[in-house]
């Protein structure tokens, strides 16, 4: 019997990263493995990866001095900049390229005196309205940079889309895209917009970068989609097992707060499973679980340890009986929507104590 594990499939990984190259065959990719790649184990999926892609992007300095002691050679490229003015120094020994976005990292930049001057990006907000400089400051920022000895040029310009993925919002997509590729113009450096919803869906946001995050993983950036809508696998299946079966009578409360009464006499799964694993709390009764080969559904409260699913009043399943929680027989964007979230953030929220296990050929 085995306790929860995250099964991450090392094929699924490299049949996406190369679906996604099919699909931007005139760009450069910079694999996006922020927040442990998304859940699925930032060194592993570095070390697959590797062949496929021509940088990888991160959003902390920690992440991208892990993936260099690793032994990653390829470009990495900072999203949200240094934080501290010291991290300027540990920018330029590693090489790692970082995004600027805020005038006062000009100022640090300016200040800083560093070994090898460093690879940049300006970000510019496109309309977001997160990170990136103004449109009043976007000369003055671009001047200073192109003026500082710190600076290695050319001078790459980054920004980010905020509705890629919002089908009522097209309009406002087109707009950003548009402003980005005005500003371009003035930039002789490299050129990156891309998110996911981006690549499958916005032809023209594919500059000589692009920077897929969640499909990589095999899971759609769209609410109404899939991943295999658009040929990608699911490369994290969150597997456990049953470790109880137990007869309920009709009219049996179960779990904390009574939440669930059985409608009629019933057998339910315990899975050893619960939001201490990652799983989310919030999924409703009726959540799918895969459980010895067909889907059942989730009742009463997810536990800390443990979930209650209904297995029907015919059930042979045993203890130790197999149970999926997401992956190919359960999509995790079905259950993110169940839950009122998405996919991002249910991989993103696996625990520490969930076993990775790695399968590749
Ligand atoms: C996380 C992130 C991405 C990746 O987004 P996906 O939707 O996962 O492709 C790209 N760019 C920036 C700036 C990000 O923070």
Known sequence: MKAVIAQIDHNALIHNVKTIKAMVPDSHIAAVVKANAYGHGLLTVADTLQPYVGAFAVAR?????????RGISRDIILLEGFFEDSDINTISHHNFLTVIHDIEQVDAIERAEVAKPIRCWMKIDIGMHRLGASYDQISEMKYRLENCRNVKHPLGLISHLSVADTPSESEYNCEQ????????????????LANSAGILKWPASHTKWVRPGIILYGISPFEDKVGSDFGLKPVMTLRSSLIAVRKVKKGAKVGYGAAWTAPVDTVIGIAAVGYGDGYPRTAPTGTPVWVNGRIAGSVGHVCMDMMFVDLGPQASDRVGSEVV???????????????????????CHIMPRVKVSNLCT
Do not use: H, M, N, Q
Request: proline share 4%.
């Open 61 to 69: 300095l920690d992440e991208a001095l892990s993936l260099r002691e």
């Open 177 to 192: 895209i548009d402003r980005f590729i005005k500003v371009s113009r003035d930039f002789k450096g490299d050129l990156c």
């Open 325 to 347: 929680l997401w992956g190919s027989e359960v999509p995790v964007e079905k259950v993110a929507k169940l839950c009122g979230t998405i996919p991002y953030e249910l991989v």
